[in-house]
């Protein structure tokens, strides 16, 4: 069983300590993705062992302009992020899914001048939640 240390590390952009982390693997080689549900911060790693070493073939983070969950009712969904300021009408849309539709979830937007994320619709569900509530 993997350790919580294992599934989450701390966001480089607003701090938050459990930005998640998504892995895929295939022989040879495997890919790491690290995702901050506050702030969007995004990380990629690739690795290889090209030589039978495991090696950091690729690295790049992504700035984070917000982030955002929908959840239909009684579905599931994941966490996402926007990596450029979003447009209004996109902005529009997740409002009214988690205002008016019975969306759950949230969305927050990355506040330059302030250095922080903010919540700007929904709430944040529980850190570690199980698959559904609904
Ligand atoms: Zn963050």
Redesign the pocket.
Known sequence: MEKLSDMHEK??????GY?RIDTEGWPGNSARRVM??????TRLEEHGWPDGKPRLLKRSDSH?FG?YRLVPPGGYSGYNAFHCVPDAAVIHHIRELLECKGWKGYLTLWDEAAGR?RLVAGSPLQKFESASNA
């Open positions: 966001c480089r952009q607003c701090g938050f930005a901050c549900p506050v702030c969007g911060w984070g982030a994320a």
